[in-house]
Structures are given as C-alpha cells and as structure tokens.
C-alpha cells in the first residue's frame, strides 16, 4: 500500500469553561504534515491568571497527554518560558523532560531577552 508523503493534520482543542466564562484551553497538535514526523505532536496550554491553583492545568494537561496517545502519537513536545518554574513543574510531573534550550528565544519591549526551554514527553 502507498503512504502520502504528507499526511493532513488536526489541531485538537479543550477549552474549559467556568461560568460561561473561557478560563483555559490545551492544544494537541502535529509537529509537521509528514511521515517522518507524524509521531510527534505538539503542546500548548493557558490558563487565566483569576484560575491558577485549581488544578486546570494539571486536569488540560492530562486530558491532552491522554487524546494524543489515543491519535497514535508516540511522544509530545513543547516550549516554555525559562524562568517559568510553577508552569515547568506541571510539565514535569507529567512526565515532560528538558531537552534544550532556545537561548534569546524572546525579545522583550525594554530590549531584555527570555530564554525557552524545549521539553519532551514520551507516551
């Protein structure tokens, strides 16, 4: 049987709503729209401020890890502000790693630069 040498891809989201209110979404998405690549997904979460120690991102990050396995991923993939340790350690209890470090990733207003940590998950 032919494989296409690129596959279309889906960007899967789970919002969460308190109130009626948007408080938090997760996104599982593919890396790239080939077959070399199709086993990576990648991962990205927010969350309000007013929401933050009530277990949402825990509760998105979970659910997201859960539905990529279920779409045939084998491993989730990440970048996340250095100097964000509260966000890095979720991560970290999920099973994420730090792979590397994208040095300058970000230049901010006042001229400063933010680093970015690239982090890993094996499903």
């Known amino acids: 049987m032919h494989m296409p040498e690129r596959l279309s891809c889906c960007r899967i989201n789970e919002p969460r709503y ?6 938090a979404n997760g996104t599982i998405y593919c890396m790239r729209e080939n077959m070399k690549t199709r086993h990576r997904a990648g991962y990205g979460i927010a969350v309000l401020k007013d929401y933050w120690d009530l277990g949402i991102g825990h509760m998105l990050t979970k659910c997201c890890l859960d539905y990529a ?23 970290e209890q999920h099973g994420f790693k730090i792979c590397g470090t994208i ?12 680093d970015l940590l690239m982090m890993l998950c094996k499903l």
């Open 18 to 23: 308190i109130d009626n209110k948007l408080v």
């Open 69 to 91: 396995k279920k779409l045939g991923y084998e491993q989730v993939e990440l970048q996340v502000v250095a100097d964000n340790k509260r966000t890095v350690h979720v991560y």
């Open 103 to 114: 040095e300058n990733a970000e230049k901010l207003k006042d001229g400063t630069y933010r």
